[in-house]
C-alpha cells in the first residue's frame, strides 16, 4: 500500500478540518507603551506600526482591542524623570499607574489588564533592579523594590503582574509581600525563562532605555535549553501562576520543554526584534507580510505557548475571527 498523507491537504476546507493547531483571539496579549506628558502618539521608528500612546490614545486603543476580543493587554511606562531607584515605578502618579487606573476602567471585564513589573525603563542606568557600589546588580536589593512596585500596581488595579526582571527569588519575593497586603488574589506571570537577547533592540527605543552595558548578569545565556526549564521550575515552585519564555521564535526548544512539563500555563513573547524583522522583510517585499505573520504565531502556539504577547495581536484577532 502507498501512504497518501497528501489526501489530507488536498483543499483548503480538508486542510482546516484536520488542522493540529488553532489560533483564537483569546490566546493573543497585546504590548503596550504609555509615555508621560505625551501630547499625541509617539511613532516608534524601528517598530511600523506600533506608538508610545498618551494617557489619552490609550482608550480608545484599549477598546479596540476589547472589541477584537484578544486576552489581555501588557503595559508598559515610558516617565519623563528617571533616577538610580527607579522611584517612578513605586509612584502611585508614575504613569506606569496612572495608565493602569485608565486601562482598567477602560476595559471592564473584556480583557485582562496586566503591567510589567520590572525597574529597567525607571532607572537612569537602564538596568533591572538597583546597583550596589561596584555597579553589579544587587539581586536582594531589587527584590524590595520588586516588593514595593507589586504593591503599588495591585492598588492601580493590575489584573496581572509580570515578573520580567530575573532575579533570583523575585517570584516567592512578591508572592509573600502581596498576600500580606491583601492581595492574595492577584496573579503572578513570571519570565521564567528570558534570555540575554539581541532581539530586544527595538524595545529599548519604545521604552526609551537608558542602559549602560547589558544584561547579561541576571538574564540567561542564549546558548543554555536546561537552565531555562530549571528557571521555569523555580518560579513554578515559588508561586507563579503563569510562566514566560522570552523571546519566542528563537527559544522553541526551552518553550516546548516548558510546555511538556510545567503544571501552570506557559506563555511566550514575541519580542520587539521579531516583529521588525517580519515588517522590515515584508516592506522590502521579500516576504508575504500576513503569512508570515500567521505562521510565525502559529509556530509559537505549535511550540507550546498556551498565550502569545505579540505586538500584531490586534490585526491577527482581525485575520482569525
Not at 501512504?3 to 483569546?26: C, G, N, W
Not at 503591567?115 to 524590595?144: I, P
Not at 492581595?183 to 529599548?204: C, D, H, T
Not at 526548544?253 to 517580519?278: C, F, H, K, R, T
Request: aromatic share 6%; proline share 4%.
Amino acid at each position: 500500500m502507498i501512504e497518501r498523507p497528501r489526501r489530507l491537504r488536498s483543499s483548503p476546507a480538508m486542510r482546516r478540518l484536520v488542522s493540529e493547531t488553532r489560533l483564537h483571539p483569546a490566546d493573543l496579549v497585546l504590548p503596550m507603551f504609555v509615555r508621560e506628558g505625551a501630547s499625541e502618539p509617539v511613532a516608534i521608528s524601528s517598530m511600523p506600526g506600533v506608538v508610545q500612546h498618551t494617557t489619552e490614545s490609550l482608550r480608545p486603543a484599549i477598546a479596540e482591542a476589547a472589541a477584537a476580543g484578544v486576552g489581555g493587554i501588557m503595559l508598559f511606562g515610558v516617565p519623563e524623570h528617571k533616577d538610580a531607584t527607579g522611584s517612578g515605578a513605586t509612584d502611585p502618579n508614575g504613569i506606569l499607574n496612572v495608565a493602569t487606573r485608565i486601562a482598567v476602567a477602560e476595559a471592564g471585564d473584556a480583557l485582562v489588564v496586566q503591567t510589567d513589573l520590572c525597574l529597567d525603563e525607571f532607572t537612569d542606568h537602564g538596568h533591572c533592579g538597583v546597583l550596589d557600589a561596584s555597579g553589579y546588580v544587587d539581586n536582594d536589593a531589587t527584590n524590595q523594590r520588586y516588593r514595593e512596585m507589586a504593591v503599588a500596581q495591585a492598588e492601580a488595579g493590575s489584573q496581572l503582574l509580570g515578573l520580567s526582571g530575573m532575579m533570583d527569588g523575585q517570584v516567592a519575593e512578591v508572592r509573600d509581600e502581596l498576600d500580606a497586603a491583601g492581595y492574595a488574589n492577584l496573579a503572578l506571570l513570571g519570565y521564567a525563562a528570558k534570555y540575554a537577547s539581541a532581539f530586544y533592540g527595538p524595545f529599548r527605543e519604545a521604552v526609551q532605555s537608558s542602559l549602560e552595558g547589558d544584561r547579561r548578569s541576571y538574564q540567561l545565556d542564549p546558548a543554555n535549553r536546561r537552565e531555562g526549564l530549571r528557571e521555569i521550575d523555580l518560579d513554578v515552585a515559588e508561586g507563579a501562576d503563569i510562566v514566560m519564555v522570552k523571546p519566542a521564535m528563537s527559544y522553541l526548544d526551552v518553550l516546548a520543554d516548558a510546555a511538556a512539563s510545567s503544571p501552570v500555563p506557559v506563555w511566550a513573547y514575541q519580542v520587539s526584534g521579531e516583529y521588525a524583522m517580519i515588517e522590515a522583510a515584508a516592506a522590502n517585499g521579500w516576504i508575504d507580510r500576513r503569512r508570515a505573520i500567521e505562521e510565525s504565531v502559529v509556530s509559537i502556539r505549535r511550540a507550546g505557548a498556551d498565550a502569545v504577547l505579540t505586538y500584531w495581536a490586534v490585526e491577527l484577532a482581525g485575520w482569525i475571527r
